[in-house]
Structures are given as structure tokens and as C-alpha cells.
């Protein structure tokens, strides 16, 4: 498609900075001004640039300010896109960085193709992520104030000897005096802050349940709960933050995407392979990796993961057998080898990753507005 100008946009909370590259390696490329960060502001800025140029090609990079302004300008009949800030080039020596720069570079950059663009999810995709991003939250909260009450518990010289965080453990912490009234009053406001921190980790899980059906890519969280060591929140949170999986044409793809892949640092004819690059999605990787050490155990079908793939077609339970039996061998061959087990895990990851990628391949999903 032939655009007249390229926009970059340098994207703040509160303000806009706009740069115009037009069309043509010799085109004239200038910075425009600032704008408020408003919609108002913008759909003036978008007026008065379709005006002057016809058919725009807008570009920012990625951040805490979301998809409002994409969505803004693509429906005003425009092309915008998001692109990666992590591989925007930048010259090594290049020590001044200002707004009116960064904007300029935006759109120099995006009328040579030197861009990388991000996936941008709809807003009920988004809307989902935000809710299983709400959960980790809380899972996180809940690990910290449950760490808070183990350090206090050491601290006075207390140890629970059978399973911790249980329906016992519970009543004995219930059940735990203290001296001095300031040691009961703080050990307590750890108490309450743990239960306060379960309750909102089981509500978030108990909406996302309710939802998923609801949700465009549903039948994908359904297809991937096929698999051993993943259920209902840990394979919506894998979709949640992966998106469509047809996206990926390999899955090779997808294991890069995630972080999954060893960097290189070769020279040469020396060639030499570094730890996991560990880009994109954190909570996808940490969701991955948490499932794949359910591949510790010998391959079987248990009672649980039946019940889970009785609604599924015969070729996705195919898939998940076979991830099993592969999977769980290699976890014991690697062992053997005298791999270490965080090692072995993340490589049971890594493949685990194309078992995800061929199911999402065979899910056919639901309209938009079904």
C-alpha cells in the first residue's frame, strides 16, 4: 500500500510529539509539534494531517499508554501500527534523546521498513488479559504475605511439621500466641492479609472461569487443557498472552516468541550458545514452565485429565498423548545424562511449546460477536 507521509508518534502520558517523514527517499522528513494526549487532540491532529496528505501511515512504539491511540487512528480510516521498542535500531554513539528525536526517528524508520511491529490484541482479547494479569497479581501478593508469615514464625522459633498453607496449618496459625501484645497484633495482620489475598485470587479464578466460554479464543483454553499440567487458569493465561496461535506459521516461532530459545554469541568459526533469551511474555513462560513439571511422572491418563478431554476431538487427545510419551521420556534421558533439573525443565518447556502450538492449530474459533 502507498502512503503520501509516515507519522512517528513518540507517545507520553500527557502529550503527543509528531514527526512527518513523506513518501520517497528524498522526502522531506520534519518534526510537526507537540499534541495533548487527549482524543479530542488527536482527531483534530488527524483531520488536519489527512487534509494535507491523503493516506497517512501512523507508528509508536509500545507502552504503558495501551491501544486507545491504534484503535483511534485505524478507524479513522488510516494505518497505524504498534511496533517493538526493544528493536527499534539505535545508533551506539547517539547520547542526546528527546521527544522531537525519538519522534523524528519513528518516522524515518517507518518509511524504510527498518520497524518491528507487536500484535495487537481487540479490546475483548485485551479485556481478558487484563483479568488473568489480575490474578497474577494476587498470586504474587499471596506468595509475599504467605513469606512474611514464615519469616515471622522463625524469627520467634515456631515450625509446623507436616503440610504448610492447609486447612490444619491454618488452624494452627489461628492457634498461635504471642508475649507481647504488638508480636499478636502484627502476626495477625499477617493472617488477615493472607486471607484477604486468597479471596481475590478466588474470585479472579471463579470470573475467569465464568468468561472463558464467552471469549473468542474459549475453544482454544479448552483444546490446550488436553494436555498434562495444564488446566483451565493456566491455559487461558497461556492464550491470554500468546493470542491466535495461527499467527505463528512454525513453532520455532512461537518457542522464540516466548523466550524459550538459547542466544548466541558466535565470532567466527566460534560458536557459542547462551542461556534462554527470556523475551516476550513473563507470565507465559512462567505458566509454561510451572506446567512442564508435570512431565516428572511416568506418561498416564488419570481420572482428572479424562474428565478434561472427554468434550475433545480424537485429534487433540492424539496430540496430548504423544506430548506425554515424549515428554516424559525425555525428562528421565536427560536426567540420566546428569542434566540438571532446572535445565531438563526448560527444555520440557521449550517442546512442550510445539505441542501447545499443533493444538492451536486444529482449534477452529468463534466469531467475534458469536
Given at each position: ?24 527517499r ?8 507537540e499534541i ?25 512504539e ?64 485485551e ?14 501478593e ?6 512474611r ?61 465464568a ?24 491455559a ?10 495461527r ?21 567466527g ?54 506430548a ?35 493444538i ?11
Open positions: 500500500m502507498e502512503f503520501n507521509a509516515y507519522i512517528g508518534l513518540d507517545v507520553h502520558k500527557e502529550t503527543i510529539a509528531i514527526a512527518i517523514a513523506e513518501t520517497g528524498t522526502g522531506d522528513i520534519h518534526f510537526h509539534g495533548a494526549n487527549t482524543p479530542d487532540a488527536v482527531g483534530r491532529m488527524l483531520k488536519k494531517l489527512g487534509g494535507r496528505y491523503g493516506k497517512l501511515h501512523f507508528v509508536y509500545a507502552g504503558p499508554c495501551g491501544y486507545g491511540l491504534y484503535r483511534q487512528i485505524n478507524s479513522a480510516g488510516h494505518v497505524c501500527e504498534v511496533v517493538s521498542p526493544a528493536h527499534t535500531p539505535r545508533r551506539a554513539g547517539d547520547r542526546v534523546k528527546t521527544d522531537r528525536r525519538d519522534s523524528v526517528l519513528l518516522g524515518r524508520l517507518s518509511r524504510a521498513g527498518e520497524l518491528t511491529s507487536v500484535w495487537v490484541p481487540d479490546e475483548a482479547h479485556a481478558m488479559r487484563d483479568l488473568i494479569r489480575a490474578r497474577e497479581a494476587a498470586t504474587k499471596l506468595r509475599q504475605v504467605r513469606q508469615i514464615q519469616g515471622f514464625l522463625l524469627r520467634h522459633g515456631r515450625r509446623y511439621a507436616g503440610a504448610v498453607w492447609k486447612k490444619q496449618h491454618r488452624v494452627w496459625l489461628a492457634n498461635q500466641t504471642f508475649n507481647h501484645p504488638a508480636q499478636q497484633i502484627a502476626f495477625q495482620t499477617y493472617l488477615n492479609a493472607m486471607d484477604q489475598a486468597i479471596e481475590r485470587k478466588d474470585l479472579i479464578e471463579t470470573q475467569i472461569e468468561l472463558v466460554p464467552e471469549w473468542s479464543l474459549g475453544p482454544v483454553v479448552d483444546a490446550l487443557q488436553a494436555l498434562r499440567g495444564v488446566a483451565l487458569v493456566v487461558a493465561g497461556m492464550v491470554a498472552e500468546i493470542g491466535d496461535m499467527r505463528f506459521e512454525h513453532p520455532r516461532q512461537l518457542m522464540a516468541f516466548l523466550g524459550l530459545v538459547p542466544g548466541e554469541h558466535s565470532s568459526s566460534k560458536r557459542k550458545l547462551t542461556g534462554i533469551t527470556k523475551a516476550g511474555s513473563i507470565v507465559a513462560r512462567r505458566l509454561i514452565v510451572e506446567a512442564a513439571w508435570a512431565y516428572r511422572m511416568p506418561a498416564k491418563i488419570g481420572q482428572t485429565i479424562m474428565l478434561r478431554q472427554q468434550s475433545l476431538a480424537t485429534p487433540i487427545r492424539d496430540v496430548a498423548w504423544k506425554q510419551v515424549r515428554l516424559c521420556a525425555r525428562y528421565r534421558r536427560m536426567l540420566a545424562r546428569g542434566k540438571k533439573a532446572p535445565i531438563v525443565i526448560t527444555a520440557i518447556a521449550r517442546e512442550l511449546v510445539g505441542f501447545i502450538w499443533a492451536g492449530q486444529q482449534v477452529k474459533l468463534k466469531a467475534f460477536n458469536e
